[in-house]
């Protein structure tokens, strides 16, 4: 019977309604159909869905990615790192690589980080004798980092959800996301030079690089600032977020003069409108999560997974299997939401760290952004570079295929993820 839930909210889905929509309009029919569930609880099941603290950092860190987007803020990042590699085969290429990483920093928003540095580096790779297709997929692969590179929204998300650790999470996002950053550089190198791409003679002087880390110093400065507080517990997730939208916007304000105060509350109100469509998830999630679990969803798939006798690995391969399917028809958010919670019992039971199962989903979830047919990432770079999404598809496959090697090496090296946590939390 739970089956048809799942059916009614991809169909719904197919004709066009917004995943919240599919989600919550799903849950209820579902309701009326079994007659035997309380329809009145839908309202304050909607509430509990939203009425978590943590929560109230996303819209914050949706502020900064915002701020970042319209002040300038990534164009000095990206001036800062060409000094240092614009002289490279394919500079231009690794510029977007580590000015993703950086910006993922400060927004953890991959849709975010993608405009703000796709803004600034499309039409100067174009000049430069990029092909598009190229420029695009480089901009995107390189945004996947965002999510899990710390802060990040899914990992906050995941947090809420679960109560695992935030501080952890972000901890264990480290080295993965720079392993899949150095992964596209390797990407790059490889590809600049059969594709012959310019080389820029990139003037190297003391002066300059004052002038550019002067310019830069207040941005590079904002993901310490993130990272740094919540790890060691100076603020919590909530008031390192709002902290961090008063500093960006106040370097953007006062600082670099880039942020007129007249264009503030158009920033604040676009912020509002995305936190809202999160918002709106969680709540349908919160009816959502109430079906699922009166149909037993959760024990039903253990005995499934039990009955398959699948060990550690075998189980993450299933897992992984399954999110990359599930990440190909549906948008992350609610696949992380749903069915996290769901295996992530069965995932202890087998002796699986928490945290080394939040992040490897996390990974294997935003990987799916540049999937087709629903891939966020592809639509908004195929849309930003005027290029055809078949074009940019073709493209952008060998550097999924790159950040899926990552994703096999943070599976099956747990290593990779609980170092970091276990450096620093199990001092």
């Known amino acids: 019977m739970i089956v048809v839930l799942f059916v009614l909210m991809f169909a719904l889905i197919a004709f066009g309604l917004e995943i919240w929509a599919a989600m919550g309009v799903s849950a209820i029919l579902y309701m009326l159909i079994r007659g035997d569930m309380l329809i009145v609880l839908v309202a304050s099941k909607m509430v509990e869905g939203v009425d ?65 540095v796709s803004a600034v580096l499309l039409p100067l790779m174009e000049k430069k004798g990029y092909d598009k297709p190229f420029s695009a997929a480089i901009n995107a692969a390189a945004a996947v980092a965002g999510p899990v590179i710390p802060p990040s929204i899914p990992m906050i998300f995941i947090g809420v959800i679960s109560g695992i650790s ?51 110093v207040f941005a590079l400065i904002a993901p310490l600032l993130i990272v740094s507080g919540v790890v060691f517990g100076i603020v919590t997730i909530v008031e390192v977020s709002i902290i961090s939208a008063l500093y960006v916007l106040f370097i953007a304000t006062c600082i670099y003069r880039t942020l007129p105060f007249r264009e503030v509350p158009k920033v604040f109100s676009k912020a509002a409108v995305f936190s809202t469509v999160i918002m709106m998830i969680f709540a349908s999630i919160g009816i959502y ?21 699948l060990g550690r690995y075998s189980f993450l391969i299933a897992a992984n299997i399954f999110f990359l399917f599930m ?101």
């Open 52 to 116: 978590h603290f943590s929560l109230m950092a996303i819209p914050f860190f949706m502020l900064v990615g915002e701020v970042m987007n319209v002040s300038g803020i990534t164009k000095r990042l990206a001036d800062f790192v060409h000094f240092f590699v614009g002289r490279l085969r394919g500079g231009l290429a690794y510029v977007a690589v580590i000015v993703n990483m950086i910006a993922a920093g400060v927004s953890g928003s991959a849709v975010a980080d993608a405009s703000a």
């Open 166 to 216: 935030i501080g952890k999470l972000f901890l264990g996002g480290i080295i993965p996301g720079f392993l899949m950053c150095l992964s596209l550089c390797i990407f790059v190198f490889l590809t600049a030079r059969r594709k012959n791409y310019p080389v820029e003679n990139v003037p190297i002087s003391l002066s300059a690089f004052i002038t550019l880390f002067r310019d830069a």
């Open 289 to 309: 999560s109430y079906v699922v679990v009166l149909e037993q969803l959760g024990p039903t798939l253990a005995d499934l997974f039990i009955s398959w006798n």
């Open 327 to 427: 990440g190909l028809v549906i948008d992350a958010v609610p696949v992380m939401l749903i069915f996290f919670p769901v295996l992530l019992p069965i995932s202890t039971q087998l002796g699986i760290d928490p945290t080394h199962f939040g992040v490897v989903v996390v990974i294997n979830l935003v990987i799916g952004l540049l999937t087709p047919p629903v891939g966020a990432l592809l639509f908004l770079e195929a849309k930003l570079a005027d290029i055809s999404f078949k074009e940019l598809n073709a493209a952008v496959w060998p550097m999924t295929l790159t950040l899926l090697c990552v994703l096999l090496l943070a599976t099956y090296f747990p290593a990779i993820v609980t170092f970091i946590p276990n450096l620093i939390l199990g001092m």
